[in-house]
């Protein structure tokens, strides 16, 4: 009977450590994925506030420098884009001497999975050119769509929105 006994007491501990290890295994893999989620999206949101910041930081100085900036984070379509009209743009920030200091206020990953990501972006802004030296104060809303390339978000879409 004892060997009965002790059989039954090991095949119980047996079991209930398999579930406990299935158990701690189960919530590592939870935690871990939990983790890997934050870091994608705050490297998205990094990307897309990047972008805007570029976008909406100018110098009638240097154009370039911005147009190097924007292109520097953008891929697909929004490169493209932006791209094409860059000389244009280059022309007016630098004859109308726009210039522009942004902040960004605020922004949320709306959707993000490991190869795309849609993010909101809102930021203020202080923009000055030759009929308003002093400035003037401008909101935007944002939202971007980013792909994952090589391990790098880059901003295949922009829109703003209201």
Known sequence: MDTGRTLARTIVASVVASVLLASAGGVLWYLRAQHDHRERDAAVTAAARNEVLALLTLSPDNPQATRDRVLAGATGAWREEFARGAGPFNQVVHTGQVG???????????HADQRRATVLVSANAVIQNADSPRGHPGAYRVRLVL????????????????
């Open 100 to 110: 522009s200091r942004a902040a960004i206020s605020a922004s949320a990953v709306q």
């Open 147 to 162: 792909e994952n390339q090589d391990g790098n978000w880059l901003v295949s879409d922009l829109e703003f929105v209201a």
